[in-house]
């Protein structure tokens, strides 16, 4: 099949699931359209929601909402989004800069500080939508992004709810912090590496996300692969690569650091019993530094079972009855 043909049926495909979006979002009462915000001069792709039969010149509150690493809104994002607009919240999904529709080059440009800023002009956009009241905004966080939210909360007091599922605390304490002392050397002397290629000779280098076990990635957790194969089924614009030197940034990422600042804006978190991916335990003591008010949810299972499947209702339910409880009243 020749690239025409199959660009033609990639179009065919997607205007197929707009075309069945569209009719469910009807059907349960809130429209969706796409949109374009700003961030830092670049366009980021979103999906706004808004809640049918609004009277003139009515407010709600919002809720604003982007994916975990290197994942795009279209990885099941809308079986949240779309049930806190049929609750009637304004919703805003965005896809970081780098990554998904969004604009930027290099692609796979992984920062968490660009990623903060974004979330920062994501609210800002939303602000000044005529459906939102600016007084009654609230964040939503999965992962990666889990650790955004919180992150955001403790020094952006224009957030008046924080959700925060299954969220990363502190990348080197989690993760390479519990390496050999070998491991972490080589693992540090690999970025140097990069780092004098990309100066040297203008090479950008890639690793890929999720790979099988035993293949060079990220994480080469079989878990790890099997979720991020079964997410993008349906998410044609996510890559399975990032940029080796975004790793440099990614392993001083701590969110867990400004945790007690978040308070007294209200903090849930949805995290699942047994999670190797973000780990329970660890999750529990970042909750237990952060002030009220405060809320932790344990749901039997597993990081994935979060964004579908039979365990989905049991993480989704409480992250809308807190945002119900603090940005509806």
């Known amino acids: 099949m020749g690239i025409r043909h199959r660009t033609l049926l990639h179009a065919f495909a997607l205007l197929a699931l707009a075309l069945s979006f569209a009719s469910v979002a009807f059907a349960q009462g809130f429209d969706r359209r796409d949109v374009s915000i700003t961030s830092q001069g670049l366009g980021l792709a979103a999906w706004y929601y808004v809640p049918k039969g609004l009277k003139a010149e009515e407010k709600r509150p919002v809720i604003v909402m982007a994916h975990g690493f290197s994942a795009v809104k279209e990885m099941y994002l809308d079986n949240f989004a779309s049930k806190f607009a049929a609750a009637g919240f304004v919703v805003v999904v965005f896809d970081y800069r780098f990554f998904g529709g969004s604009a930027g080059e290099p692609r796979g440009q992984l920062l968490w500080p660009e990623q903060i800023?974004?979330?920062?002009?994501?609210?800002?956009?939303?602000?000044?939508?005529?459906?939102?009241?600016?007084?009654?905004?609230?964040?939503?966080?999965?992962?990666y992004s889990g650790g955004h939210v919180m992150y955001l909360a403790a020094y952006d007091k224009r957030i008046k709810a924080v959700v925060a599922q299954v969220p990363v605390t502190d990348i080197w304490a989690t993760y390479?912090?519990?390496?050999?002392?070998?491991?972490?050397?080589?693992?540090?002397?690999?970025?140097?590496?990069?780092?004098?290629?990309?100066?040297?000779?203008?090479?950008?280098?890639?690793?890929?996300?999720?790979?099988?076990?035993?293949?060079?990635?990220?994480?080469?957790?079989?878990?790890?692969?099997?979720?991020?194969?079964?997410?993008?089924?349906?998410?044609?614009?996510?890559?399975?690569?990032?940029?080796?030197?975004?790793l440099e940034t990614h392993m001083t990422y701590e969110p867990i650091a400004p945790i007690a600042r978040i308070s007294p804006t209200p903090l849930l978190m949805v995290i699942a019993s047994e999670d190797v991916i973000t780990p329970t335990a660890e999750e529990k003591q970042a909750f237990e530094r952060a002030?009220?008010?405060?809320?932790?949810?344990?749901?039997?299972?597993?990081?994935?079972?979060?964004?579908?499947?039979?365990?989905?209702?049991?993480?989704?339910?409480?992250?809308?009855?807190?945002?119900?409880?603090?940005?509806?009243?």
Request: a positive charge.
């Open 117 to 143: 800023m974004d979330y920062r002009n994501a609210i800002t956009w939303a602000s000044l939508q005529s459906e939102v009241d600016p007084q009654r905004i609230g964040v939503w966080g999965t992962s």
């Open 176 to 246: 390479m912090g519990k390496w050999p002392a070998d491991q972490q050397a080589g693992f540090l002397g690999w970025l140097a590496k990069n780092r004098a290629d990309r100066v040297a000779n203008g090479t950008i280098n890639e690793i890929p996300v999720a790979a099988p076990e035993g293949k060079p990635s990220v994480w080469p957790l079989q878990e790890w692969y099997e979720s991020f194969m079964d997410l993008s089924r349906n998410a044609p614009s996510w890559r399975n690569a990032i940029l080796i030197e975004s």
């Open 291 to 329: 002030g009220e008010p405060k809320k932790l949810v344990v749901v039997p299972g597993r990081h994935f079972d979060a964004y579908r499947g039979p365990k989905h209702e049991a993480f989704v339910q409480p992250q809308l009855a807190w945002f119900k409880q603090w940005l509806m009243k």
